[in-house]
């Protein structure tokens, strides 16, 4: 993850290796080389993918100079990446947060295990039935037709069945550490309060929607709580996204690995454009889209 970006553009190594002394530990020969159950620990993929993400804003800025964007949103870690995009944080803390709060996180899974499902095809008020009789939680809503769920995992496992039987198309367990965006988290939440607490903060400079809103952060006080909410609650993707869409936002530009959102932004609205950042092949296609005004 991330090799071919810092093998062609030095700012990409640079911040590879800034993070190494940002925190203490070689997250470059982590992402590069592995072991995939080192890189998925969460307090490994969290800076991970945050440090990609920055990486690829970095680059972006680089190739395609002049750019400007009017707001930002990530789901879940990928909320700190946009807040850091808007100025909320300095890049080095941001890399500091997501460090911790992967963490904390980790430290959450470990005192009370769980797991995760998406539930494909089955509209959101018939699966909070499902999750109220199962005892479990919705932890994301991605897109029109998935919604993830999260809790203790004997009741997902409960909750995955009662799911297909109230009509779902499937429900996939999903191979993650814990039980992300439930109460099963709980512990993180005082731990996460007080580091943000330590934490400086701007205002952004931009908008940036929140997970747990699906609506513009406020002040510094504002996010703060909105993060600390955000790690035992819904993550309300679709809407946050359908809200920018609202407010005259036609073109998306995903950054870091993978391209998850790209795919969700599609599914929510057919008529916006949305561009990917993960790695050199896609950098070129989307600098060269910008650049001959596709985008």
């Given at each position: 993850?991330?090799?071919?970006?810092?093998?062609?553009?030095?700012t990409a190594k640079a911040w590879f290796?800034?993070?190494?002394?940002?925190?203490?530990?070689?997250?470059?020969s982590i992402c590069f080389n592995g072991p995939?159950?080192?890189?998925?620990?969460?307090?490994?993929?969290?800076?991970?993918?945050?440090?990609?993400?920055w990486i690829a804003l970095q680059l972006l800025k680089e190739q395609a100079p002049?750019?400007?964007?009017?707001?930002t949103a990530g789901l879940s870690l990928g909320e700190l990446t946009a807040c850091t995009a808007a100025g909320v944080f300095a890049p080095e803390d941001g890399l500091k947060v997501a460090r911790q709060r992967g963490r904390f996180m980790q430290?959450?899974?470990?005192?009370?295990?769980?797991?995760?499902?998406?539930?494909l095809g089955l509209d959101e008020q018939k699966l909070r039935a499902v999750c109220a009789e199962a005892d479990v939680d919705i932890a994301n809503l991605n897109c029109p037709g998935q919604i993830v769920i999260s809790g203790e995992t004997d009741k997902i496992t409960k909750a995955a069945e009662l799911a297909k039987t109230a009509g779902?198309?499937?429900?996939?367990?999903?191979?993650v550490a814990g039980a992300y965006h439930s109460r099963l988290m709980a512990s993180a939440q005082p731990k996460v309060a007080k580091m943000l607490d330590e934490m400086p903060m701007k205002k952004p400079a931009v908008t940036v929607v929140a997970n747990v809103?699906?609506?513009?952060h406020g002040d510094p006080a504002d996010i703060r709580q909105r993060l600390i909410d955000q790690v035992v609650s819904s993550i309300r993707w679709e809407e946050s996204i359908r809200y920018l869409v609202s407010q005259g936002f036609s073109r998306f530009i995903e950054l870091g690995p993978g391209g998850v959102l790209t795919g969700f932004v599609k599914r929510i609205d057919k008529n916006v454009k949305v561009y990917t950042v993960a790695d050199v092949p896609s950098l070129e296609a989307t600098v060269a889209a910008l650049k001959n005004g596709a985008a």
């Open positions: 993850m991330g090799r071919d970006l810092a093998q062609k553009y030095p290796d800034r993070s190494r002394e940002i925190l203490g530990i070689d997250l470059a995939e159950e080192e890189l998925i620990r969460t307090e490994h993929a969290q800076p991970a993918i945050f440090l990609m993400s002049g750019i400007e964007f009017q707001a430290e959450a899974c470990e005192l009370r295990p769980g797991s995760m499902a998406a539930v779902a198309k499937r429900a996939v367990i999903l191979p809103t699906a609506r513009p």
